[in-house]
């Protein structure tokens, strides 16, 4: 009868003991999962938007137009879904090649981002919009 | 006068000589599953607004005018519809990620907003097409609602 009511005893631990693991399993991934990404930047890549677009995409900036489309230090502010269309559209433009203008590249040469840098930003504003989509 | 008939002769002759350059017209598709309209319930009006003013260059349901099929304004034609299904294609709306399509809901805004699209040059020809200011900002609101909705 003891050896029963030990073995018994043993089984309920045991399965309080296998529930506590799993739980304790859930939980981190479960706050990975519900905590949500927010809108960062890189110093790496800071650097290349300060030299190639701010001067246009900024607040500040005179180029009316430009900033109309695209403000860089009022990026975090928009909506998370115009976050994610900007960031999928920086991506587009810088790997066509249609960002910094032209013009610009031609008055300021030294502004044009390298091939490298360029290839960080589009690395960088993908992978930042993939982040902040919610999942399909 | 002689040299004035004969001008016009070897234009005549042109004109019907470039008919036979091949010209081929993206396919037409009426049926597409992943179609934004046939997916999606969107407002009446604004189905009919894209349906008139943007699917002919932006779906695989263009319907060619008498004047696609004349060159040389047939080539013209035939690029705007390649170049715009290849930019952005209604058909193919529900295959692309969320991601894709919240850039594309935020290039109509821009683009309907800043009068580039429809075309100009497709309006004159479809007086149905064109957008009044009032239109482009129901449009645009509808693209800024219906990104919205996809991260709710």
Redesign the interface.
């Given at each position: 009868m003891k050896k029963i009511l030990i073995f018994m005893l043993t089984l309920v631990m045991g399965f309080m003991f296998v529930n506590f693991t799993i739980e304790d399993k859930k939980t981190p991934q479960d706050e990975v999962k519900s905590e949500a990404a927010t809108y960062s930047v890189p110093d790496d890549v800071q650097k290349i938007l300060d030299n190639s677009c701010v001067g246009c995409h900024n607040s500040d900036s005179k180029n009316i137009k430009g900033k109309g489309k695209l403000k860089f230090d009022e990026f975090a502010d928009m909506k998370l879904h115009k976050q994610v269309g900007k960031l999928a559209d920086i991506a587009e433009v810088v790997k066509e090649g249609d960002m910094p203008p032209s013009k610009f590249i031609k008055n300021y040469p030294d502004r044009e981002p390298t091939a490298e840098e360029k290839e960080k930003l589009v690395k960088w504003a993908n992978e930042m919009a993939k982040q902040l989509t919610p999942a399909e | 006068m002689k040299i004035l008939k004969l001008l016009i002769l070897i234009l005549i002759i042109s004109v019907v000589i470039i008919q036979f350059i091949p010209n081929d017209k993206p396919e037409v598709v009426l049926a597409n599953e992943n179609d934004l309209i046939y997916n999606n319930q969107l407002p009446e009006n604004i189905s009919v607004m894209l349906k008139e003013s943007c699917y002919d260059c932006h779906s695989n349901e263009t319907v060619y005018p008498w004047y696609s099929h004349v060159a040389p304004v047939s080539w013209l034609v035939v690029k705007d519809i390649r170049d715009g299904r290849k930019e952005l294609n209604f058909s193919f709306w529900e295959s692309q990620?969320?991601?894709?399509k919240?850039?594309h809901?935020?290039?109509i805004i821009?683009e309907v907003l800043d009068e580039n699209m429809p075309m100009p040059i497709y309006t004159i020809m479809h007086a149905n097409a064109k957008l009044t200011k009032e239109e482009r900002q129901l449009l645009a609101d509808w693209a800024e609602r219906h990104?919205?909705s996809?991260?709710e």
């Open positions: - | 990620s969320k991601m894709d919240a850039k809901l935020d290039n821009d990104a919205e996809l991260f």
